[in-house]
């Protein structure tokens, strides 16, 4: 089963673009790499998903190396209503959606 | 669209006592997730329901848990009875289909119990 590393946190200018990195180097063919986020008392929200390509949403981009043992979310220009914690997820077998401790984002005015 | 809604948003009750906490999944997904969070052990998936039927119950924490989904939009997770240890935020969330295919889940804004 594929698991994720990430750095426990992060500080990122407002305005300039957050980098988070992810790790998991036993990925799977198949597996998709996920990203959720949580703001402080709120539900994760759904950022972006991709399984070998880069990927590009109102939200934020999702740049997946070529060997698929890393990943990376770029939030272009962070905003302080960024701040929350960021989920890196790798799909386990069936429908076991497992989290794990994130990064803590601070964008900083 | 209506998201994933939870009920009560927040409950506070006495150790011994049942807690009932409800969830409406989006109109059409099959798949249904109940999560716990807390300081100490982040998120953790309790159990998963496909097309109403509990798939894994395996993060259920022990037997005073139970949960139920009689229709394809209502579930409930029930604690009986309850004990301090127990407060948390629970979320349900719901999706449609197999994750496998790269759909997604979606996450109720939680219900926040605390047991006194």
């Known amino acids: 089963d594929a698991k994720t590393t990430q750095p426990p946190s992060m500080d990122c200018a407002e305005g300039r673009a957050a980098n988070l990195p992810c790790n998991h180097s036993t990925i799977s063919g198949n597996e998709y790499v996920y990203w959720y986020r949580q703001i402080h008392s709120q539900g994760p929200q759904y950022i972006i998903h991709g399984l070998k390509n880069n990927e590009t949403n109102e939200m934020a981009s999702l740049i997946i190396t070529e060997d698929r043992k890393s990943s990376t979310l770029i939030l272009p220009h962070a905003t302080l209503r960024d701040t929350a914690v960021y989920y890196c997820i790798v799909l386990l077998t069936g429908n076991q959606f497992y989290f794990g401790t994130g990064t803590s984002l601070t964008v900083i005015p | 669209d209506a998201g994933v809604i939870q009920s009560p948003r927040h409950e506070v009750t006495e150790m011994g006592q049942e807690v009932t906490l409800r969830c409406k999944p989006i109109s059409g997904h099959n798949s249904l997730f109940w999560y716990r969070q807390t300081m100490m052990r982040g998120l953790e998936l309790l159990i998963y329901?496909?097309?109403?039927?509990?798939?894994?119950d395996s993060g259920m924490p022990e037997d005073r848990f139970s949960a139920k989904m009689p229709n394809a939009s209502f579930s409930t997770l029930k604690i009986q009875p309850s004990e301090p240890r127990d407060s948390a935020v629970y979320f349900c969330?719901?999706?449609?289909?197999?994750?496998?295919?790269?759909?997604?889940?979606?996450f109720g804004e939680g219900s926040w119990l605390t047991v006194v």
């Open positions: 969330a719901s999706s449609w289909e197999g994750l496998g295919s790269g759909n997604t889940i979606y």
């Open positions: 329901f496909n097309n109403n039927v509990p798939i894994d």
